[in-house]
């Protein structure tokens, strides 16, 4: 089997803290908005730790950006600027993901430590780390000090616009845990990547997947 070394002890690290906090703020979030749906905790015990590990979030965020830009390796992020190699590859990518691995078909995309992800994933974390967690933070702190920041809210469209960005972002983020799980048991096992963000080596045999 070849091994191959994929995620650093720092982003293992930040991985599974960031997955906490995204639970805990999505159990939090819809303690406080639909009050009579879940009573895990008191509605002010719901606010505080909503806005604890929010804060967390924002720390766990800014030591992402700062560890891929001092390593160099924020262009595992960036899709292909070359159009015509873009859409080739995302065809493949999009042909096995459609019908190719129920086939057993090899995957197309060989992770490697400087090209992690295939260019539907690179879209996809692109979309969520440099728009939707931006959005997602921004709205939140607004949200966080209503008084502080209520000449900008009204701005921007008044509360009722920022609680529902902020609504609207935490779902996207609620659905791709679901789509992110899904995709993480579509290795030769289903816990194989999910070994790898522990271990940080991920087998495939020497012929390919």
């Not at 960005?165 to 030769?188: D, E, M, N, P, S």
Request: with cysteine; aromatic share 16%.
């Amino acid at each position: 089997m070849k091994r191959t070394y994929l995620h650093t002890l720092p982003v293992r690290m930040w991985h599974w803290l960031n997955v906490l906090c995204f639970v805990v703020l999505i159990v939090t979030g819809v303690q406080i908005r639909y009050r009579g749906i879940m009573n895990l905790m008191s509605f002010q015990t719901a606010v505080d730790v909503h806005n604890f590990v929010g804060f967390s979030l924002i720390g766990l965020f800014l030591f992402w950006a700062a560890y891929y830009m001092a390593s160099g390796n924020m262009k595992v992020y960036i899709p292909d600027l070359n159009i015509k190699r873009f859409v080739e590859s995302s065809w493949k990518q999009a042909k096995y993901y459609g019908y190719g691995i129920f086939r057993g078909e090899p995957n197309p995309h060989h992770a490697t430590l400087d090209h992690k992800f295939n260019p539907m994933q690179q879209v996809a974390y692109f979309g969520i780390m440099f728009f939707l967690m931006p959005l997602l933070i921004a709205t939140g702190i607004l949200l966080w000090d209503l008084d502080r920041f209520a000449a900008f809210i009204d701005v921007i469209g008044g509360i009722k616009a920022v609680s529902a960005t902020h609504l609207l972002v935490a779902i996207c983020f609620a659905a791709f845990l679901f789509v992110h799980v899904y995709l993480t048991t579509l290795g030769r096992t289903p816990l194989e990547h999910i070994k790898a963000m522990f271990t940080g080596y991920e087998e495939e045999p020497e012929h390919g997947r």
